[in-house]
Nanobody, 124 residues
Framework: QVQLAESGGGLVQAGGSLKLSCVIT????????IGWFRQAPGKGRELVAT????????WHADSVRGRFTISRDNAKNTVYLNMNSLKPDDTARYYC?????????????????WGQGTQVTVSS
């Protein structure tokens, strides 16, 4: 059994920063990748960034590249999403999820385990 738990969301003004954390418990495989998704009201879940535990290889969506950075601390079984220069369009509930896919997984149905999410609200 694998469990994910997000934290770090909150209310921030445009241009501000937040750091989200995703703690992974239970057994995982070395090839596991963690993805950060976000979902705004009336929209589907959008993949924001991914990282692989074994090699640290990362991917970031065009909409956040240069502003958000995904990272990991394997010793703590934790994945982070550092968010800088936040915009109102970043407002969403943010979820972390785990996949065993060998290639880059971009669709929510490719991720087996999900956290409950943490709300990020960016004011103008």
């Amino acid at each position: 059994q694998v469990q994910l738990a997000e934290s770090g969301g909150g209310l921030v003004q445009a241009g501000g920063s937040l750091k989200l954390s995703c703690v992974i418990t239970g057994r995982t495989y070395t090839g596991t990748a963690i993805g950060w998704f976000r979902q705004a009201p009336g929209k589907g879940r959008e993949l924001v960034a991914t990282i692989r535990f074994n090699n640290g290889n990362t991917w970031h969506a065009d909409s956040v590249r240069g502003r958000f950075t995904i990272s990991r601390d394997n010793a703590k079984n934790t994945v982070y999403l550092n968010m800088n220069s936040l915009k109102p369009d970043d407002t969403a509930r943010y979820y972390c999820a785990a996949t065993h896919a060998l290639s880059q997984a971009t669709m929510p149905n490719q991720y087996t385990y999900w956290g409950q999410g943490t709300q990020v609200t960016v004011s103008s």
